[in-house]
């Protein structure tokens, strides 16, 4: 028997192949997800980490980005397996300006300039600016004083963690 006389009145052989064949039944469904999580089911830190991921990988425009404090409500194992990776990549075909206070991104990233702050609280509240690569001596030193809190505390955690390195 063929196709055709089994077909209802008014029916064609192509909407029967459409309707076998045809993908209307499928819904496209997309969701962010970080690991098993959800986006709604992500911290704050975590949403914002996996949005900014997301829109640095994906983003492939040239033109200049400005993050502030990108690190915020994030641990620095986070901030050094996801964000640095995210920005040396966005890095490569843009240039980028960060605001932090997290010395994963400001040196683990390789920042080409530094732009130290400082405000003088004593002269009106003028705020002072020293620029610079990280080579600079003087603003190393601000990134040792600034970013790791000293040059004696960020020996201190070093002198701790270094049995611990060591042992394992």
Do not use: W
Not at 17 to 40: Q, V
Not at 69 to 88: G, R, S, W
């Amino acid at each position: 028997m063929k196709v055709t006389d089994q077909l209802r009145k008014g029916k064609t052989v192509m909407a029967l192949y459409d309707f076998i064949y045809g993908m209307e039944y499928i819904r496209p469904r997309y969701a962010l997800r970080m690991g098993a999580k959800e986006l709604s089911e992500l911290s704050p830190g975590e949403r914002g980490t996996l949005l900014l991921v997301f829109y640095l990988l994906v983003d492939k425009d040239d033109i200049p980005l400005l993050i502030d404090q990108p690190e915020e409500n994030l641990d620095n194992q986070t901030v050094f397996e996801l964000l640095v990776p995210c920005m040396k990549e966005a890095k490569r075909r843009r240039q980028v300006f960060m605001v932090t206070h997290n010395p994963n991104l400001a040196v683990v990233c390789d920042a080409e300039q530094i732009i130290c702050a400082d405000l003088d609280k004593t002269n009106k509240y003028t705020m002072n600016y020293m620029s610079g690569a990280i080579e600079n001596p003087k603003i190393n030193q601000a990134i040792v004083n600034i970013l790791e809190g000293t040059m004696p505390a960020f020996h201190n955690r070093q002198d701790k963690y270094q049995p611990v390195v060591l042992a394992v």
